[in-house]
């Protein structure tokens, strides 16, 4: 395989993939900060190891093994004063690591777009401002004109709704010929 | 669907929790919470980890970068990587990839270390740079959209509100004259809902996220619409899909093709009238305007278009049958590179199907320059051309120009088959040797004493019948190969033939190759 179609082999794969194996990452370090550190480290060393990928194989379920050492080589240099989840967490999470690359997860996140796409304006401009890294909900609640409780129970019952949806829409398709 | 009372605790208490998290306003004992809450109870981690993957889908889909991030992800990466072949030296003012190129452009190949080096910093950069975990930065490539969306096919309110919210990555320009520096858009960027991509000159190659790739061919007007639809007011698609992007949409001016799996090509004229083929799979077409469509709502017309079949639609939303499709014209998503750059030999395939049957939309496909080991045979099957033992088929094939017709041809009584032979040619018929030679082919071809195998592959009588790699494998009938001289450019016509005797395990379709004088 040439050089150029292994870095497009590799764009698109990463294309594909990536949310699956930031969603990995973000489940065992979720905050913003830490959890985009590592998905930077994890993406250059998926490039370097990227020649021992087997094709055909499943990317995803490789970058998420290669995530997960990532997360370990982070938590050993985390700040000790920092809060990280303990290491029954992280091999609890290990486990399922399957969940996260499922063709269910996968249906899962293609209802959620269907479902997105459907939402009103007013909502999805909350949830955008709601989980922008850094972002106070106090800002939140000021750009929108509205109270931080406020803010706090639209973004559950937006969130709530967006679940109902993706399982009617999951019914829905299984329903369906 | 609501949820259970039990459902609704769970979903509000791990909800909460991941809040404070992104937050960072956690204190110590909401943390073992949570850990003691996923570690001990199947049902809450289940609960944890669709929040979290539906979390970081929202953040990737709807959350715009942060202001003030200035640099380009692509000049970045244009800094230390070359975006594939040089424009043409005659380019027309136009606006290329590499123009956009802030530094000195650095071919790759000075050694291999070189190559490496370089190709793991622009690919670190561009995985540092380009696709940053949470943001989407489609915003900083305003500048690349331009300001004048198509007439038609407007996005809605809706799709509106998702401008620039990326959805596809650019992986591969191979000489692309951009139309103007406002669409130049460099080579493993990202793209976004909203974007216009607009080039005179090249192909492009776009991956969609939700998996489907697409080949696009100059000269071409799109517009991105959603993850999962996209508006071509002139220019030549062919999309795949895996099974993730099963439903990707094409918009033109006079129909809506949406994909039920696989793969299909789409050529829209300047004037819009559009042309589709399908290659693999299954196509619902919509057929008029976007505007037609709107109103007429259920009587909207349709055709539904599977393997092996292709129709034009023209401006007042009438289909038709079109006879032959190439595949310089209309290439494969995945299509090997041609074996030479020769002028095309076979310019075009018709029959008298359509005579008896209107409604026919079968197609030949006309393939130049690309006969080879496994070339597939038949627009309606898997089967493959290959040589009969391990030395291959016979050179004087290799490489030729040759026709996939439809395989079902072969149950049509009273075919004629015109093939258009554009320049002095040894036209070839490879003719099973199952089958009662008929009097067009002993008349006209001479039969070379040279055969060419078939590799079947699943059919209605060995469903389970699969195609191997390479000559001499799994080859299920040999052909016969018939040739003969054509000195001037004419149209050449074959005919029908008649079932074996021995017909129950199955029977095929004649091929048709040329080669240039």
């Known amino acids: 395989m040439s050089l150029d179609s292994e870095h497009s082999d590799f764009a698109r794969l990463i294309a594909q993939h990536q949310r699956a194996v930031q969603s990995y990452i973000l489940a065992n370090v979720p905050r913003w900060g830490d959890a985009d550190e590592i998905w930077q480290e994890t993406s250059v060393r998926l490039w370097l190891e990227f020649d021992k990928f087997r094709p055909g194989s499943n990317f995803a379920a490789w970058a998420i093994r290669v995530a997960h050492f990532e997360i370990l080589t982070w938590r050993k240099k985390a700040e000790r004063n920092r809060l990280v989840f303990g290491d029954d967490f992280i091999a609890c999470l290990e486990s399922e690591q399957k969940q996260f690359t499922s063709d269910q997860a996968q249906a899962r996140l293609r209802a959620l777009d269907q479902c997105l796409e459907s939402s009103s304006d007013y909502q999805r401009e909350l949830l955008s401002r709601f989980y922008e890294p850094d972002r106070q909900v106090q800002q939140v609640a000021e750009a929108m004109k509205t109270s931080v409780d406020a803010v706090y129970k639209s973004v559950q019952r937006i969130r709530k709704g967006l679940r109902s949806c993706i399982e009617q829409r999951l019914q829905h398709a299984e329903l369906s010929p | ?517």
């Open chain 2, 1 to 517: 669907m609501t949820m259970s009372p039990e459902e609704a605790d769970r979903f509000a208490f791990v909800h909460e929790l991941i809040t404070r998290q992104l937050e960072g306003t956690a204190t110590e004992q909401e943390q073992q919470q949570l850990q003691d809450a996923v570690t001990s109870d199947p049902n809450v981690r289940r609960e944890y980890i669709r929040h979290m993957q539906e979390v970081t889908h929202i953040t990737s889909r709807l959350v715009a970068p942060r202001p003030g991030q200035e640099f380009s992800k692509s000049s970045v990466l244009g800094q230390t990587c070359s975006t594939g072949p040089l424009p043409p030296s005659d380019a027309e003012p136009a606006i290329t990839s590499d123009a956009l190129t802030p530094a000195p452009h650095r071919p790759l190949g000075v050694s291999f270390l070189g190559v490496a080096a370089s190709l793991a910093i622009a690919a670190t950069l561009l995985l540092a740079v380009s696709i940053p975990f949470w943001m989407s930065d489609g915003r900083n490539d305003q500048n690349t959209i331009a300001s004048k969306p198509p007439s038609t096919g407007q996005p809605s309110d809706k799709t509106a509100a998702l401008h620039g919210t990326e959805v596809a990555t650019l992986v591969e320009c191979t000489n692309v004259v951009w139309d103007s520096r406002s669409n130049a858009v460099n080579e493993l960027s990202r793209v976004g809902i909203g974007q216009n991509i607009s080039f005179h000159r090249g192909r492009i190659k776009l991956v969609f996220d939700s998996g489907v790739e697409t080949l696009v061919l100059a000269p071409c007007y799109l517009n991105i619409q959603d993850h999962n639809r996209v508006y071509c007011t002139y220019g030549r698609i062919t999309a795949k899909a895996s099974a993730g992007g099963k439903g990707f949409a094409i918009e033109t001016p006079v129909a809506r093709v949406t994909d039920l799996g696989t793969e299909f090509g789409i050529a829209i004229s300047e004037s819009g009238e559009t042309e589709v083929a399908v290659f693999e799979g299954e196509v619902d077409i919509e057929l008029g305007a976007p505007d037609a469509r709107k109103t007429q709502n259920s009587q909207t017309k349709r055709e539904h278009l599977v393997q092996g079949q292709a129709t034009r639609v023209d401006h007042s939303g009438r289909s038709k049958r079109v006879f032959s499709i190439d595949n310089q014209r209309m290439p494969g998503v995945r299509d090997l590179a041609p074996m030479h750059h020769d002028e095309p030999v076979i310019a075009a395939v018709r029959d008298n199907i359509s005579e008896r049957h209107p409604e026919s939309r079968m197609f030949y496909r006309i393939v130049h320059a690309g006969l080879r080991e496994d070339s597939r045979a038949f627009v309606d099957r898997t089967h493959q051309w290959n040589g009969l033992d391990e030395d291959g088929m016979p050179r004087e094939l290799l490489g030729a120009d040759y026709v996939m017709p439809f395989n079902d041809d072969k149950f049509a009584g009273d075919l004629k088959v015109r093939v258009a032979i554009a320049r002095p040619a040894t036209v070839y018929v490879f003719f099973s040797n199952n089958t009662k030679v008929p009097d067009w082919l002993a008349s006209g071809f001479i039969d070379t004493g040279l055969d060419i195998g078939l590799d079947e592959g699943a059919n209605r009588y060995k469903p389970s019948k699969r195609v191997a790699a390479g000559p001499g494998k799994s080859i299920d009938n040999t052909f016969s190969i018939w040739e003969r001289d054509v000195q001037s450019p004419q149209e050449l016509e074959l005919g029908s033939f008649e079932r074996p005797v021995e017909f129950k395990r199955g029977y095929n379709m004649y091929g048709i190759a040329a080669v240039a004088k």
